[in-house]
């Protein structure tokens, strides 16, 4: 872009760090800010900084939250026995958004991947351990990809010398898709996760 | 299944090129240089989505243009026609169509249109290399199993992390022991599982394959195939296995056991190809080898191969020339490439559809 305004020229490369954004979304969203009221862009501005200062990672099960403990972790009631372990925050929100579980959380931040060089002393998984006293069942719902792999048989693993009851989400066919659609690795997987009616 | 017509755009040294194909034997002619193994080389494309001279797609753009086009018809058994297209292009990259719709995987299209190449190379690339012993497995596997490619690729995956993790380790990094079990259970379940398909695949076209070496040789040799897998056995075996060979390979900085280095043996009289065969007996050994590919395809899949043939009869006597002339008539579509036409036509006594460049 030979832009006039040096200025837009930044924002449009600040916002073309973002994940997901490409230079023509950046300049898209760029003219987008232009185009809006100054009250409008103060108000996203404003928040930008709030969030930054005021929202932060829970201090025992590593979720993002205003106040840590955060809400989950403080519930009375949740059932406290159990532990979901989950990659990044975002895991966590859409198992919130499902309803279904009621246990507490632990948000591991990463996979094990040494050829990023990530071991398992690099994502929150010692402060999974000093958690598990009064922890009946540890439920594992990594990725389906070579790293969440790899992390969970390190952490069932490492739950099996602790003794607790370790146990993943399945792995199979998603809900509203076709059979006939489905690749072959996810069919194995979909028949050996079969459960008897 | 045959390929009914090819048409190509920007392909190697064609700017422009069309033909059309019977469905048994074709015969490409021309002087060298002319093009003739590009020709086989786009059909590869259409089936497997990838050269098989090029390491890089790019390597195939003709000189001065940014992308190419192979487009062929393939007619199935049933008589329904498929418009397949490869393109490539040095700024988008390569799309797979299937009648003109991009193809979200196109790993969905190896195996529909299976081929068998037999080129110059192979010599030296399938015969002489244990990576040409696992890529001959690994893509006559692939065309009959779906499965089988998903897997191989995960384990590529899988030692990839254990290689890097080995150098971390060695350099005095943190502790990826238990990392190393982690990723040594997974290469396990796979090590495990591709080391029975390869077991079952060699055993399976052995047969075939010992009669197709004595019916080219009139009964006068025979030849065999052994399978030495770098590590066999149940999971947790090749798991312990891989645990211990850990010291060894923080010394070596990689991954010295696994699937990844199995080999094949090939021999004629009992005696081992490499040090003992002549280019004849390695060129026959070739031939048997790709022609008993194409029969366990056809068997797996009910679908008939297409046999490509680069320059099939140099370094072959003509005894040899005659047999296998007589076995490919018949098996199903054939695409041959020759500079010497006349040689051909003194040996054949059925038609063949002539391809003459120039």
């Known amino acids: 872009m030979s832009s006039s305004s040096p200025l837009l020229e930044k924002l449009v490369s600040e916002l073309s760090k973002l994940p997901g954004i490409g230079r023509k979304s950046a300049m898209r969203l760029s003219f987008y800010f232009l185009k809006q009221s100054k009250s409008e862009v103060e108000e996203l501005a404003r928040t930008l900084i709030e969030v930054k200062e005021k929202v932060r990672e829970c201090e025992i099960c590593f979720n993002f939250t205003e106040s840590s403990p955060c809400s989950i972790c403080l519930s009375k009631r949740r059932n406290r026995s159990i532990i979901c372990v989950v990659e990044e925050p975002t895991d966590l929100m859409a198992i919130e958004r499902s309803g279904e579980y009621k246990g507490l959380y632990h948000v591991i931040g990463g996979v094990i991947s040494p050829l990023d060089g990530i071991s398992p002393e690099d994502l929150h998984i010692k402060e999974l351990f000093e958690r598990l006293d009064s922890v009946e069942e540890v439920i594992i719902a990594t990725n389906p990809s070579i790293e969440g792999e790899t992390t969970t048989l390190y952490l069932q693993r490492e739950m099996k010398q602790r003794n607790i009851k370790v146990s993943r989400i399945a792995r199979g066919i998603p809900m509203g898709s076709a059979l006939e659609h489905a690749d072959q690795v996810t069919l194995v997987r979909a028949f050996e996760g079969r459960v008897e009616l | 299944m045959y390929l009914e017509n090819l048409r190509l755009i920007n392909f190697r040294n064609y700017e422009k090129f069309e033909t059309g194909f019977s469905d048994k034997i074709n015969i490409i002619t021309g002087n060298n240089g002319i093009g003739k193994s590009s020709v086989l080389e786009a059909v590869h494309y259409l089936s497997l989505t990838k050269s098989f001279r090029a390491n890089r797609d790019a390597e195939a753009i003709r000189f001065n243009s940014d992308h190419f086009v192979s487009i062929g018809t ?285």
């Open chain 2, 74 to 358: 393939f007619v199935s058994n049933d008589g329904i026609r498929e418009n397949i297209s490869i393109s490539f292009s040095k700024d988008t990259g390569k799309a797979v169509k299937s009648h003109g719709k991009i193809l979200a995987n196109s790993r969905d299209l190896i195996g529909k249109h299976p081929v068998v190449l037999l080129s110059p190379e192979d010599i030296i690339t399938t015969l002489g290399s244990p990576s040409g012993h696992r890529k001959f497995m690994n893509m006559t596997m692939s065309q009959v199993n779906k499965s089988h490619l998903s897997r191989l690729l995960s384990y590529r995956g899988v030692l990839r992390q254990r290689n890097s993790a080995i150098n971390l380790a060695a350099s005095g990094g943190k502790a990826y022991e238990n990392t190393l079990d982690a990723l040594e259970e997974q290469m396990g379940e796979l090590c495990n599982s591709i080391w029975e398909d390869r077991t079952k695949f060699i055993n399976d076209i052995l047969p075939e394959f010992q009669k197709i070496f004595s019916d080219l040789n009139e009964g006068k040799k025979e030849g065999t195939i052994e399978y030495r897998p770098s590590v066999s056995g149940t999971k947790n075996e090749i798991m312990e296995e891989l645990k211990q060979r850990r010291a060894s390979d923080f010394n070596m900085g990689f991954t010295t056991r696994g699937l990844h280095r199995d080999r094949l043996v090939f021999k004629i009289n009992g005696r081992t190809l490499k040090k003992y065969g002549s280019k004849g007996e390695n060129k026959t050994f070739l031939i048997a080898l790709k022609l008993t590919q194409g029969k366990f395809i056809e068997k797996r899949t009910g679908i008939k191969p297409i046999y490509l043939l680069d320059d099939v009869f140099m370094e072959l006597d003509r005894t040899r020339a005659i047999e296998t002339i007589k076995y490919i008539n018949g098996i199903g579509q054939v695409i041959i490439t020759t500079t010497d036409y006349e040689e051909w036509s003194g040996m054949i006594d059925f038609e063949v559809n002539r391809i003459g460049l120039s």
